[in-house]
């Protein structure tokens, strides 16, 4: 089990994580739990956090989603999904996932699927496409999107 810190001590080492990187509320208090802080004295804690701008949930949000976009490869769903599983509020998702560039994010799904489509062996179209359309589900890609998209590049 790691050392218990004091309140003073999880402060301070909170605020230098908190500046190294993006966090969101739910990932400090996780945190404050495994250091041994109570819920009085993590509550006080978030709560200085976010006062002084160490924590701000809407400029976390932006920067998962981006990093999320450009480095995983994930579509708006799962990204949707995974910022409401760290209990972001619905407007800063609707606000980080509306900076995603349209144009990236058709390009990038095209170049995932023309990828995924050169990977399968199965000559059967149907089957392919299938397989297809449940490789970009599981990446958080909108169907109609991904429909799109696979008439684009069988054509």
């Known amino acids: 089990m790691a050392k218990t810190l004091t ?46 701008r160490f924590i701000d949930e809407g400029r976390y949000a932006i920067a998962f989603a981006k990093d999320k976009f450009r480095f995983s490869g994930w579509g708006r769903i799962k990204i949707r999904y995974a910022l409401q599983q760290k209990r972001i509020g619905n407007s800063d998702i609707v606000n980080a ?18 990828k995924k489509s050169r990977s399968i062996n199965d000559e059967d179209v149907e089957v392919r496409r299938s397989k297809l359309l449940r490789f970009a589900a599981s990446r958080g890609f909108e169907t109609e999107l ?9 054509s």
């Open 97 to 114: 996932l509306s900076l995603i560039d349209e144009e990236a994010y058709t390009t990038r799904l095209a170049d995932l699927l023309e």
């Open 7 to 52: 309140p003073p001590e999880a402060l301070h080492r909170s605020a230098a994580l908190c500046s190294s990187s993006e966090h969101c509320i739910a990932d400090i208090r996780e945190k404050l739990s495994r250091w041994g802080i109570g819920e009085p004295d993590a509550r006080t804690i978030v709560e200085r956090l976010v006062q002084e």
């Open 146 to 154: 991904v429909f799109r998209i696979l008439k684009e590049i069988e």
